[in-house]
């Protein structure tokens, strides 16, 4: 600080003091003074070798003379370091990339740019700078912003993807304060992403499309989409929305549209045309948007409608005799529903007998003469087919039948014009009172009437019964009688018009195929039906039998009932009879059908009874009176027969019923069957062969017949001409055997023609030791049957299958669970697991070991006692040392009599290979598939290949993975 005093006063100036510095002292060009005299550092004093400077301030005053002074000042210097570092950037390399979405609102802070300086002092502050903003299309700053202080970047705009400015890079700065300045510099990668912001966009125009009538899966054209999106936002799916997905549907990645089913142009709720609106989405979009479009589809006709003819034309067309040759007798119309060419229509006459007499016009359809008619007959009748054809292809046609009646007008007949020859009155009911039905028939006219006569109406035939009655003058038709449809369920009456003045006397009867006179006509009188008979059954007792392994709701029998009305009066519709029903049956209300409602295994030899009645009118009519009686047995293996016969099984089908008729006839029983198939012999089938299992009913006792008396009653059957013998019987149908089920069982068949006694009575004797045989079989395998399910049902509820994941059942676990005995499982402490060809020993606590190959074989093991008690039942996992032995099929049996089989990850089990009829030991094994991973858990655990365990059901000893 420089200090200066002046005594003179401020007035004009004289007082007023200013501070300069000497002008030629280098050192006075790094500092300044102020007009108070303070003195500061001008600039960086690193330039100045020295420790200290002198200068000279100067003090003037404001006065005239101007006035001075001059003092000397030293300023010392100390030393110090410069501004050696500038600012780093961080991190270092000072180059970083970060990523934004575009949708990135206004001001957002997008990164923080941190800076170190190593300087001390002002030389280590720094403030941060855009350098420049850089993009693929432009090079601008107004992008983004900088805080000079913290250094956070920040958005100074929206972005927009598809614009095309996808990259970004902005060159910051850290500048320090020191001297001379430093900078750092950095870059920060910006990479916009795209988000689903842009729908997707239709091509336009798009349609009409055109697709021909009656195509299915025809395609109709084909839908354009893009989306300016990227990725996932830019797949796009395409759907149909709206009420055309009825008629069509579209490849969701195509566009292509399809017809659905058959389209018909002449439909009238559609016209032919169909609003067809697609949808396009991105559907692999977080967010989802779509665009839709709605395209018209025109149906373009096929031919497909043949012409109709417009009108009637049933009716007798009356022309003259004297007709001339080109007279129009009518003109017939048509439509079509095509169009175009398809719609054209053309007329021709078809040949035949008097049609050359007739031509008609190809294009108008008129109809006229073309020749002159025999004149030396008073009636003549003319039978013509017209056909109208279109013009499309296939050509399609239709056809029209008129009857032409040329008559000669001088012979004073009455003739019935316009009128059917078989003309259909109204309905005459039957069982109403006489009189109530009165129908006035169609007139006939005179075309010589000159007042003074009357036409006369008769009836010539149909009436022989005199239900009818017709009055001559006023056409009046009545019944004198009461009618019965199931009598006479129509009348055909044929009447005649004559006049007074040309009374005919004749009463001939005339047949339906006479052709009539043009003064005569047939009336038909259909007879209405009333509900007035009850249903009947076809049989008062039906009589069935069925086997005891016949399952639930299989169908035994079909009973039937008829009723004699017409209509809904004839529906007749069934029901047990609620005072002596079987909750072991029901009855199928519509068809009669008998279907099981239960089981009956161990039911043989029961036999059920039950009533069945019918109701007419769906059930709300007559009642069926008496109701059916059904007789249902379950049949024994002493009830069941066995016919054996070298045709094929389709041959034998094919001629079942005349089979078991002639059966029936040969034994005089009521024959029926249980089953038809191959036959079987043992363990051979033969396809080429026929058994058929049958059994017997008695006629008038209703009660089954044993097999063993049906053989009886065919070897001693009379020689009766009304009835077929054995021999016959045999040779029409090649029969090989006919032998009882215990016959067929032990294969020693019955007794056929030709077999000597002592052979026969040789065969009864081994028959009765087999029979005693084979029902000991039955029970013993009955109850380990039974044994066998109540185990399978057992372990089923005590130790599930896992049924999710990658854990699937084992097919052969249900047969192991049936003889393992689940508390002697495996060892609980070991795993063993196969992945990506290796295989590990998994301890308790999860620590893995490799197995080397060829050195241990995993082996599962299962065994059963072969005293079948199943308390030593075993299975389980173990090492063994060397390669595994032991092919499939091959049984290792210990001297405790145990069987065991050792299982490797190749092997392919088949029950059927561990049954030794000898020991009645059965091992069963599993499988396990060189799938990665193959598991081998007494715990049921899957363990995946990342090393997650998923533990399922305690005592699933093995799972196939």
């Not at 109809?367 to 296939?394: C, H, K, M, R, W």
């Not at 079909?558 to 007749?572: E, K, P, R, Y």
Request: with cysteine.
């Amino acid at each position: 600080m420089a200090a200066a005093t002046d005594d003179d006063s401020p007035v004009y100036g004289n007082g007023q003091i200013t501070y300069t510095l000497e002008e030629n002292n280098p050192s006075t060009e790094y500092f300044e003074v102020d007009q108070n005299g303070e003195i500061t550092v001008k600039k960086s004093l690193l330039p100045i070798e020295t420790y200290s400077v002198q200068f000279s301030v100067i003090v003037t005053d404001g006065g005239l003379p101007q006035l001075s002074d001059t003092a000397t000042v030293t300023i010392n210097i100390t030393r110090t370091i410069g501004n050696l570092h500038a600012p780093v950037i961080i991190p270092t390399p000072a180059a970083y990339h970060i990523e934004i979405p575009e949708d990135t609102p206004l001001g957002t802070v997008v990164y923080n740019v941190m800076a170190t300086d190593e300087d001390d002092g002002i030389s280590g502050q720094f403030t941060f700078e855009i350098q420049y903003v850089g993009s693929y299309t432009v090079t601008t700053n107004a992008v983004f912003d900088i805080d000079p202080i913290s250094g956070n970047i920040t958005t100074l705009q929206e972005f927009d993807f598809e614009s095309g400015n996808t990259y970004y890079q902005i060159m910051v700065y850290a500048e320090d304060r020191g001297y001379p300045p430093r900078r750092g510099y950095g870059v920060i990668g910006v990479t916009i992403l795209d988000e689903n912001d842009e729908p997707p966009q239709f091509e336009q125009p798009i349609g009409p499309f055109h697709v021909i009538e009656n195509a299915i899966n025809a395609s109709v054209g084909q839908v354009v989409a893009s989306d300016k999106d990227t990725g996932d936002s830019a797949y796009i799916e395409f759907s149909l929305v709206g009420d055309a997905v009825d008629e069509f549907f579209i490849n969701s990645e195509t566009g292509e549209l399809f017809t659905k089913v058959e389209l018909d142009r002449e439909d009238a709720t559609t016209g032919g045309m169909y609003n067809v609106t697609v949808m396009a989405t991105n559907s692999k979009a977080s967010v989802m948007l779509n665009d839709t479009i709605t395209i018209e589809v025109i149906v373009d006709d096929a031919n497909d409608n043949p012409p109709i003819f417009v009108g009637s034309y049933s009716s007798t067309i009356v022309i003259p005799l004297t007709s001339a040759v080109g007279n129009s007798i009518i003109t017939l119309a048509t439509e079509d529903a095509d169009e175009g060419r398809n719609a054209e229509i053309f007329y021709m006459l078809y040949p035949g007998e008097g049609s050359a007499l007739f031509s008609i016009d190809r294009d108008t359809g008129e109809l006229v003469t073309n020749d002159v008619f025999d004149q030396g007959s008073t009636q003549q009748i003319f039978e013509l087919n017209v056909v109208a054809y279109d013009g499309g292809y296939p050509r399609l046609e239709a056809n029209q039948s008129l009857t032409i009646n040329v008559l000669d007008y001088s012979a004073g007949q009455p003739t019935f014009i316009d009128v059917d020859k078989e003309h259909i009155m109204r309905e005459a009911m039957e069982g109403v009172e006489v009189g109530m039905y009165n129908e006035t028939i169609p007139a006939a006219v005179d075309p010589h009437d000159d007042g003074d006569s009357d036409i006369l109406y008769e009836i010539i035939s149909g009436n022989e019964e005199g239900h009818f009655a017709l009055d001559p003058l006023t056409r009046h038709l009545t019944t004198v009688d009461t009618l019965d449809r199931e009598s006479v369920s129509e009348y055909r009456l044929l009447i005649r018009a004559t006049t007074t003045a040309n009374v005919t006397t004749s009463t001939q009867r005339r047949k339906r195929d006479i052709n009539l006179a043009a003064n005569e006509i047939i009336v038909i009188i259909p007879v209405g039906d009333d509900n007035d008979n009850q249903p009947q059954f076809t049989l008062d007792r039906y009589i069935k039998g069925i086997t005891d392994d016949m399952s639930y709701g299989s169908s035994v029998l079909q009973l039937q009932a008829t009723d004699a009305d017409t209509g809904n009066h004839s529906v007749v519709w069934y029901h047990m009879d609620t005072g002596d029903s079987s909750d072991n049956f029901v009855v199928q209300q519509g068809t009669g059908i008998i279907n099981t409602a239960a089981v009956f295994t161990d039911k043989a030899g029961h036999s059920y009874s039950f009533k069945v009645k019918a109701t007419d009118s769906y059930g709300t009519g007559h009642e069926a009176d008496p109701p059916a009686t059904v007789v249902i047995y379950i049949l024994t293996v002493n009830d069941l027969g066995v016919v054996t016969s070298e045709l094929p099984p389709s041959v034998v089908m094919e001629n079942l019923d005349e089979i078991l008729d002639d059966l029936a006839n040969l034994t005089g029983l009521i024959i029926d069957h249980t089953k038809l198939g191959p036959r079987v012999e043992g363990d051979d089938i033969h396809p080429d062969q026929t058994d058929i299992w049958f059994y017997g009913i008695d006629p008038d006792t209703g009660e089954i017949v044993t097999a063993r008396d049906i053989l009886d009653l065919i070897n001693e059957s009379p020689k009766d001409p009304d009835r077929i013998d054995e021999d016959t019987f045999v040779k029409e149908w090649e029969i090989v055997t006919i032998t009882e089920i215990y016959d067929k069982l032990r294969k020693e068949p019955s007794r056929l023609p030709g077999v000597v006694g002592a052979l026969i009575a040789l065969g009864i004797v081994i028959l009765i030791a087999c029979i005693l045989a084979i029902v000991a079989l039955f029970i013993w395998w009955e109850r380990r049957a039974k044994e066998q399910v109540r185990r399978q049902h057992l372990w089923a509820e005590m130790y599930p299958l896992p049924n999710v994941g990658v854990g699937i059942e084992n097919p052969a676990y249900s047969d192991a669970m049936l003889q393992a005995d689940a508390s002697k499982f495996m060892d609980s402490r070991t795993t063993y697991v196969t992945q990506d060809g290796k295989t590990y020993m998994v301890d308790a606590e999860g620590k893995s070991e490799e197995v080397p190959p060829g050195g241990k074989s995993i082996l599962v093991e299962f065994g059963t006692s072969m005293y079948d008690d199943g308390t030593d039942d075993w299975i389980r996992a173990r090492e063994a040392d060397g390669e595994p032995s032991a092919p499939l099929g091959e049984s290792l049996r210990d001297d405790m009599g145990y069987e065991s089989q050792e299982l490797t990850m190749d092997m392919f089990v088949d029950t059927s290979d561990f049954i030794d009829d000898d020991t009645s030991v059965r091992g069963l094994l599993m499988r396990l598939e060189s799938i990665d991973p193959v598991i081998v858990n007494n715990k049921g655990s899957i363990h995946g290949s990342t090393g997650s365990i998923t533990t399922y059901a305690e005592g699933v000893p093995f799972t196939k993975v």
